[in-house]
Nanobody, 122 residues
Framework: QVRLVESGGDSVQAGGSLRLSCAASGNDFGSYAMGWFRQAPGKEREFVAA????????YFADFVKGRFAISRDNAKKTVYLQLSSLQPEDTGVYYC???????????????WGQGTQVTVSS
């Protein structure tokens, strides 16, 4: 079992940057692939990015277009999402999730955090 807590969400202006963090509890962080998802008001939750168990492979949604980066520090049990060149359409609640057996946009994520709010104003 793993518990996930996101942080780093904030209100920024368009063009700004944020770094989101997701801290995990438990002893087996390295056995989970990690993903970030987001949900905008009135929309379904969507995949943003994912990173494999050791960090060697990363996956991004098409809309990211090189603006975001995902990384992980298994010693700190933390996964990061660096957001750059933010636009108002990036506004939403960002969730991190852990997947034991699969990775990427089609993976099955068994554990979810509570989310952190990102608001981008024009």
């Amino acid at each position: 079992q793993v518990r996930l807590v996101e942080s780093g969400g904030d209100s920024v202006q368009a063009g700004g940057s944020l770094r989101l963090s997701c801290a995990a509890s438990g002893n087996d962080f390295g056995s989970y692939a990690m993903g970030w998802f987001r949900q905008a008001p009135g929309k379904e939750r969507e995949f943003v990015a994912a990173i494999s168990w050791g960090g060697g492979s990363t996956y991004f949604a098409d809309f990211v277009k090189g603006r975001f980066a995902i990384s992980r520090d298994n010693a700190k049990k933390t996964v990061y999402l660096q957001l750059s060149s933010l636009q108002p359409e990036d506004t939403g609640v960002y969730y991190c999730a852990a997947a034991e057996w699969t990775v990427g946009p089609l993976g099955t994520y068994e554990h979810w955090g509570q989310g952190t709010q990102v608001t981008v104003s024009s």
